[in-house]
């Protein structure tokens, strides 16, 4: 049976001892960052998901970075919003928290969350193609814009982004760490995801069958919502504070 009752939801996490919450696109929607898929989710005339590939990169690494560019320059310019904020809080008052997000934008760093596990990467930093040298960059004389072929100090190779692109491994022990603290949390909360890319998607399954209650906050329906204990059906950054109000 599914519930759709944050009161109880929020008392749950009150009791809860570990509690992870796993985040996507959704989650920065209300800071202006659009998602990967759905409504608004075109970059130009170009399907977001597939220009993050490595293929996509081999073929026309300018226009990939063009692309990534685009989203740097955009997010600089927005700011963490309240669900960023309330999972932050969250953080501060459950004695084992952990955060999963699968966004590159920093913004949960950025709103206070220190245990925050980016499992796709940070727009943030950047890697070479060539010897691997990987540089935190936020570029704050170029708003951004690393121009179309940013090369490495170390030895002048392509850099790319340092995010995960599809057909390519998640940092193992960061995963390791994912799927730890999913087989031993109490309460799971998923947010602002559609659950198609795999193998994070997994997680909620995983912490489900490992006897956690799992809830989707999400404005729709997902492949996921079926399983779910609790769906709060509505905007994360409203649920998300109902369920870890200020002081
Ligand atoms: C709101 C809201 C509001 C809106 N409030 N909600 C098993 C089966 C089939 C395929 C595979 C499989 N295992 C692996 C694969 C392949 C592939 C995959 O999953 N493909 C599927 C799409 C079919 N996975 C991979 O390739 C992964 N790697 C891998 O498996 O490696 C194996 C390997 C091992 C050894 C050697 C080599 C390989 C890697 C996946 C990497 C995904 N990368 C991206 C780009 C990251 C960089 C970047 O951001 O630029 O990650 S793609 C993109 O999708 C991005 C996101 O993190 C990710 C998830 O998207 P997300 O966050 O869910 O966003 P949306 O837009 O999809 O959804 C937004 C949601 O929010 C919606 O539900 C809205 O309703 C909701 N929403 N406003 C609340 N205000
Ligand atoms: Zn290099």
């Not at 944050?6 to 920065?28: F, N, P, Q, Y």
């Not at 977001?48 to 955009?74: H, K, M, Q």
């Not at 392509?158 to 940092?171: I, K, N, Q, S, Y």
């Not at 193998?199 to 209650?213: D, F, I, N, T, Y």
Request: net charge negative; with cysteine.
């Amino acid at each position: 049976m599914i519930h759709h009752d944050i009161a109880t939801l929020r008392r749950l996490l009150d009791e809860a001892d570990h509690v992870c919450a796993l985040t996507g696109a959704g989650v920065s929607a209300e800071s202006g960052v659009p998602t990967f898929r759905g409504d608004g989710g075109l970059w130009r005339d170009h399907d977001p998901t597939r220009i993050a590939t490595i293929g996509a990169f081999r073929r026309d690494p300018a226009l990939v970075w063009e692309f990534y560019n685009w989203r740097r320059a955009l997010v600089r310019s927005v700011a963490p919003n309240r669900a960023h904020l309330a999972l932050a809080r969250l953080e501060r008052r459950v004695p084992d928290f952990t955060l999963i997000t699968q966004n590159v934008d920093g913004l949960h760093p950025a709103a206070g969350s220190e245990r925050c596990i980016e499992i796709h990467g940070s727009l943030w930093r950047v890697r070479c193609t060539a010897c691997r040298a990987v540089y935190e960059d936020r570029a704050e004389e170029s708003a951004g814009d690393l121009g179309p072929a940013p090369a490495c100090a170390r030895c002048g190779g392509l850099l790319r982004p340092d995010v995960v692109w599809f057909g390519e491994p998640l940092d193992p022990l960061l995963w390791t760490e994912c799927v730890e603290a999913c087989t031993a949390c109490d309460v799971l909360l998923v947010a602002g995801t559609s659950a198609a890319v795999q193998p994070v998607a997994s997680l909620a399954l995983e912490a489900k069958s490992r006897g956690a209650v799992v809830a989707e906050i999400n404005v729709e329906q997902t492949p996921q919502t079926r399983y779910m204990d609790f769906v709060l059906r509505g905007r994360a950054g409203e649920m998300l504070a109902a369920l870890a109000p200020e002081d």
